[in-house]
């Protein structure tokens, strides 16, 4: 007999065991004792990533919203930004400077 | 049902959509973890890691490979982790299994002698496929146990077809060499 025959022979041996038909069963069981359903429900599906993308831009346009319907006079303080009476410029460049 | 839905289903939390899925491919893990460790206990314990593994990370999996190879990779992982986790006891059970299958077989029909010389023939086997080096065992897992083609295989093992050509070729002739003394018994 030739090698190659005795390989195959002992690999369909191995080949004709049948799988436990509950093994499905015990995997699902083993899942349900770990509480594993939590790793699979934690993907969020697409509508919930948009549902959380539409109540960021809401909570944005609420805020413009409201912003903008504040409404009544406003007080403007004038600021006299003209300093040339603060400090003379003939100081520096010697104009008009009398020794 | 499309593997795609089924893949779809279990993502959004249904059980019994992983029976079916499991349904379709126990029988393949189960022959892939039979090929490395030889014994139906063992090889259940396997596929069932596998398919634990699979629903734990069946969210990472990208559809740009086929399901299967991704399942076959996760198989040939969990097998050999398995075999290093388990090496001393498996040295002990082997020994035990031997026994006992010999004490069986004695009762059937054939002679005791044939008997012994059939058991000692499938250990040798059994030794030689176990002695390959990790590359050389997974290819030939795959090609004998789950008939792939090289291609499949090369796809499986992330590798080219030539490597896995070579790796067949490399398998097939240290088994010949180990076996030779089988040749005239």
């Known amino acids: 007999m030739k090698i190659d025959n005795y390989i195959d022979d002992f690999i369909r041996k191995e080949k004709e065991e049948q799988v436990n038909p509950y093994l499905a069963t015990r995997v699902l069981a083993k899942l349900e004792e770990n509480n594993e359903a939590v790793v699979i429900g934690t993907i969020a599906p697409i509508w919930k990533k948009l549902a959380v993308a539409a109540s960021f831009a809401l909570v944005i346009a609420v805020g413009f919203g409201l912003g903008s319907m504040v409404k009544g006079d406003k007080e403007y303080i004038s600021i006299n930004i003209n300093d040339s009476q603060l400090e003379n410029l003939n100081l520096y460049t010697m104009i008009d400077y009398d020794e | ?185």
Do not use: C
């Open chain 2, 1 to 185: 049902m499309s593997e795609e839905k089924l893949i779809e289903k279990i993502l959004s939390g249904d059980k019994e959509a992983f029976r079916l899925l499991m349904e379709k491919y126990q029988q393949q893990v189960f022959h892939v973890a039979i090929g490395f460790v030889h014994s139906r206990q063992d090889a259940e314990d396997i596929t069932q890691e596998v398919f634990i593994r699979v629903y734990r990370s069946l969210s990472s999996f990208k559809e740009k490979s086929l399901f299967s190879t991704w399942l076959y990779r996760i198989t040939l992982n969990t097998s050999i982790n398995y075999i290093n986790k388990n090496k001393r006891r498996n040295l002990l059970t082997n020994a035990s299994n031997s026994l006992m299958s010999l004490l069986n077989k004695s009762n059937e029909e054939k002679d005791a002698h044939q008997q012994l010389e059939a058991t000692e023939i499938e250990k040798s086997i059994q030794n030689a496929i176990d002695g390959l080096p990790e590359k050389q065992r997974k290819a030939f897992i795959l090609s004998k146990y789950e008939d792939l083609s090289q291609r499949e295989i090369a796809e499986i093992m992330q590798t080219s077809e030539g490597a896995v050509e070579q790796l067949l070729v490399r398998a097939k002739k240290s088994l010949q060499k180990k076996l030779a003394y089988l040749v005239g018994k």
